[in-house]
């Protein structure tokens, strides 16, 4: 099969587009799509200067998305003085998982001279993912730990170093399997937390009363297929073996059920994620104005949340670990 565009060898061939690419149009057209997202999330705020840069922290898990997107912006930004680069990797306490893939992350932090960070739950919260797995004292998936506790760690980290944006590497498929989980659940008001999260451009996101550091998913236009074969063709250091307490079943059924689509109907998650990001910024605005109670601080560690205790502090409590052991 050739190129479509220049009659070269194709690599791939994208059914919801009808494209053969070769390598070189493939790779550049996912750098332009990525850019265009940028672009259009307005991620760049016209405030930042030279001399008042902004800080972008990169969430770089060592896994082919993360691995791509700090590839990318480094690409980009790397001679744009009015954005600075920090990668930041969270340690769960994996044994062979996560020191494995914290060796791609140190080696393309060191190929790239971006700096890089490392926080551990155990340093955090005196806990190790392994132990909770083990243990699972409230009856729940490893990740319904897991992920309370890193969107935490991020999300505190980004706090403390003052950082502007906290950018992570969601990409086309995570965003649709999302989508149509708050669409099942029938929870609106996750589908307004989701837009003003993460999900729509910071011109019509509410960040300014945002306690937290304002997050953005610029690869969440690229299949997750797409940001695999960019990682191969670049030869970008990601490691590719899968969590051993990876648990997500439901998401894994909503994950399997939107191949099945894809295959059949090409550009079902493009078509999916237009229609609900429309939904979620007009459930977004619905929301903001409304009668909820304001958010106050948890009494534990002093994270926003509308309850006495935040759910981190009650899942660390939970488990045996610390909540204080960070500080
Ligand atoms: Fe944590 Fe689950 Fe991801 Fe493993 S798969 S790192 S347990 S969220």
């Known amino acids: 099969m050739e190129c479509d565009k220049c009659g070269e060898d194709a690599v791939m061939h994208a059914a919801y587009s009808g494209l053969h690419m070769c390598e070189a149009h493939f790779r550049r057209s996912v750098d332009s799509r990525v850019r265009k997202r940028i672009r259009e999330d307005s991620l760049l705020s016209d405030d930042a200067t030279p001399e008042d840069p902004e800080t972008?922290?990169?969430?770089?898990?060592?896994?082919?998305?993360?691995?791509?997107?700090?590839?990318?912006?480094?690409?980009?930004?790397?001679?744009?003085?009015?954005?600075?680069?920090?990668?930041?990797?969270?340690?769960?306490?994996?044994?062979?998982?996560?020191?494995?893939?914290?060796?791609?992350?140190?080696?393309?932090?060191?190929?790239?001279?971006?700096?890089?960070?490392?926080?551990?739950?155990?340093?955090?919260?005196?806990?190790?993912?392994?132990?909770?797995?083990?243990?699972?004292?409230?009856?729940?998936a490893p990740c319904a730990y897991c992920g309370v506790f890193r969107r935490d760690a991020l999300s505190q980290y980004a706090e403390t170093y003052g950082a502007d944006k906290l950018l992570t590497g969601h990409n086309l498929d995570d965003e649709a399997q999302t989508a149509m989980m708050n669409w099942l659940s029938g929870d609106v008001a996750q589908m307004a937390q989701h837009f003003d999260a993460s999900l729509g451009s910071f011109d019509d996101r509410e960040v300014d009363d945002d306690p937290f550091v304002p997050r953005a998913k610029p690869l969440r236009d690229i299949p997750e297929k797409e940001v695999a074969l960019y990682a191969h063709l670049t030869d970008l250091p990601s490691h590719m073996a899968e969590c051993p307490h990876a648990s997500e079943a439901y998401r894994g059924e909503i994950q399997q059920y939107l191949y099945d689509l894809e295959a059949d109907h090409p550009g079902t998650r493009h078509s999916i994620m237009s229609g609900y990001e429309e939904l979620a910024r007009l459930a977004a605005e619905a929301y903001r104005g409304g009668d909820d109670e304001p958010r106050g601080e948890c009494d534990r560690c002093g994270a926003p949340t509308n309850n006495a205790v935040c759910r981190k502090c009650e899942l660390v409590e939970a488990v045996g670990g610390d909540a204080a052991s960070g500080d």
């Open 56 to 140: 972008w922290l990169i969430g770089l898990s060592g896994g082919k998305d993360s691995v791509v997107l700090t590839h990318i912006l480094h690409d980009t930004f790397a001679a744009d003085p009015r954005v600075e680069l920090v990668a930041l990797t969270i340690h769960e306490g994996i044994e062979g998982y996560r020191d494995a893939s914290l060796d791609a992350c140190l080696e393309l932090t060191e190929d790239l001279d971006i700096e890089h960070e490392v926080v551990s739950y155990a340093d955090e919260y005196g806990l190790e993912m392994d132990d909770v797995a083990d243990d699972d004292p409230l009856n729940m």
